[in-house]
């Protein structure tokens, strides 16, 4: 069985850069007017997973996305990992994934402007 298959992510609202410190490769949330610059990234936060089985469905993930050669990388955030690409690669990334059978959740924007809610969007490998 795909162990990709149970899997849900959810694209993280802000875009993202990487910088190196004195902790390692790290990133941190990229201002409004820096956006589309060429290490722009996206992320992808797991949600059905949690702990150890979190990092281990990044890995497989980053492993799938690796096979047809899109660079990623797998990062703590918040205490969770998070998978980040660049913003170009991210119509691959969600097709690809999709593909495996991993649900993208999407915002939907509710009735008031302050609320969302999440839906799952699936394909059928």
Known sequence: MNILQHSVVHRLPVSYRCCIGPAGVTVEPQTANALNSDD????????SHNGDSAWEIMQNIKL?????????????????PCLFVHRQDECTTTCRLKNFG??????IAGAHDDEACYSRSTSTP
């Open 40 to 47: 722009d990234l996206i992320g992808l936060r797991l949600l």
């Open 64 to 80: 799938a996305l690796a096979d047809i050669q899109l660079e990623c990388s797998v990062l703590e955030l918040e205490g969770e």
């Open 102 to 107: 991993v649900g993208i959740a999407e915002t």
